[in-house]
């Protein structure tokens, strides 16, 4: 089945420890996101690529980094976790800029002590 | 971002019953998207609307884009255990942001 993937499902860092979340697609689509979610919240969005075009939020923290390798994969790397990035991270992908409906992976959930 | 207005903010249901939550928007949207997520899981996208009026059902799930453009509705139908979870409400107010409602938690009693 095509689908999102991502790993870990579960991921427990260091303060300060770089961590690197992965995702990847095989829908072929070309616009992957990366959502930050709190508990009990909606999902934020950091940033998107459409293709290899990286497209940031005006409010997502320099601490937050990612790559696009290739259509099928992306990466969210966090260079300095602090407590306050314990979260749900989502990754979701949409065919086109313009195409509305995202399908969300499993989501990988990251703990920082 | 845009603000989605959702309610009710949770909700608890009898098995069986048939049960309804809304959004609503001070912006025109042109789409309307519902998800569900599951505890510990990632959203799954249950239905789109793409045109004022519509009326869309999956399942026992039926969704409403309203008249004005600047609502939805979501109805599920005879409730079952499995229909625990976080429901929201999405929209795109430009080209590829989706802005969420804060979501409905339903809890389901047997």
């Known amino acids: 089945d095509a689908m999102v993937i991502q790993n870990p499902r579960y991921q427990v860092t260091q303060f300060g420890k770089p961590v690197t979340l992965s995702c990847s697609q095989t829908?072929?689509?070309?616009?992957m996101y990366w959502y930050q979610q709190k508990s009990s919240q909606a999902p934020k969005l950091l940033f998107h690529?459409?293709?290899?075009?990286?497209?940031n939020e005006a409010d997502t923290p320099d601490n937050f980094q990612s790559r696009r390798p290739n259509t099928s994969f992306c990466f969210l790397d966090i260079r300095s976790p602090g407590l306050g990035d314990a979260a749900m991270y989502l990754c979701?992908?949409?065919?086109?800029?313009?195409?509305?409906?995202?399908?969300f992976g499993p989501g990988t959930r990251l703990t920082v002590t | 971002g845009q603000q989605l207005n959702q309610s009710p903010q949770s909700m608890f249901i009898q098995e069986g019953e048939d049960v309804s939550m809304n959004c609503t928007s001070s912006?025109?949207?042109?789409?309307w998207l519902w998800y569900k997520q599951d505890p510990g899981e990632g959203p799954v996208l249950l239905i789109a609307?793409?045109?004022?009026?519509e009326l869309t059902s999956n399942g026992r799930l039926t969704a409403q884009f309203g008249i004005t453009r600047k609502d939805s509705f979501l109805n599920i139908s005879a409730s079952i255990p499995s229909d625990v979870g976080i429901y929201f409400c999405?929209?795109?107010?430009?080209?590829?942001?989706?802005?969420f409602g804060a979501g409905t938690t339903v809890t389901v009693r047997a």
């Open positions: 979701a992908t949409s065919r086109e800029i313009d195409s509305y409906e995202q399908y």
């Open positions: 829908l072929n689509h070309n616009v």
């Open positions: 690529y459409y293709d290899k075009d990286f497209n």
């Open positions: 912006s025109i949207f042109n789409t």
């Open positions: 609307l793409y045109k004022a009026g």
């Open positions: 999405a929209g795109p107010p430009n080209d590829y942001k989706l802005s």
